[in-house]
């Protein structure tokens, strides 16, 4: 009967049904110019609007853990430009937790190229120019876990179950 109980879904804030089978993590980065445009609360409020789970979160300024980060385009012709960019203010790396939240996040990040993201994910709302794109994002789930190594000790990520999982995930 509707309203004898105060959570109707039986929510019972232990990570119970499709969110505790899933368990996908994420690694996404806010980079120096969404830090310096004041976009880390936008960009944190749109994944939890999502229903994703923060789980770790850092404030950091660093360039050696920049360079480990983006070690496989260290051949490439931009690659000093790539680190002195990254490494120019503090950036916020972070891991969301979620059903699917690699291949979402992806599409809610938008396109690499602000010019060629749609209207409504973050990039195609809040950049301009591919070179200050203000967000990395992992493009696979095994990226994701090498990201989060790199990133986050085993103690720094968060095991937790919100009060409103049963309203966003069903059985």
């Known amino acids: 009967m509707m309203g ?26 806010i980079k120096p110019d969404g830090v310096q445009r004041g976009l880390v609360g936008e960009i944190i409020k749109r994944f939890e609007q999502k229903g994703f789970k923060l789980v770790a979160l850092k404030f950091v300024w660093t360039e050696d853990l920049l360079k480990k980060h983006y070690a496989d385009l260290s051949d490439k012709p931009f690659f000093p430009a790539l680190v002195k960019y990254m490494a120019s203010g503090p950036v916020v790396p ?4 979620g059903l699917n939240v690699v291949k979402t996040g992806r599409v809610m990040l938008g396109a690499t190229n602000p010019a060629d993201s749609a209207p409504g994910t973050i990039r195609g709302d809040l950049c ?6 203000i967000c990395h994002g992992s493009d696979s789930v095994e990226s994701a876990k090498k990201e989060i190594g790199l990133w986050f000790t085993e103690k720094e990520v968060v095991a937790w179950s919100p009060a409103n999982d049963c309203w966003v995930y069903e059985d």
């Open 94 to 97: 972070m891991v969301w937790e």
């Open 4 to 29: 004898e109980t105060p959570n109707q879904c039986g929510c019972d804030g232990h990570g119970h049904g499709a969110m505790a089978a899933t368990r996908e993590r994420s690694f996404i980065m």
């Open 128 to 133: 301009i120019q591919m070179g200050r794109n």
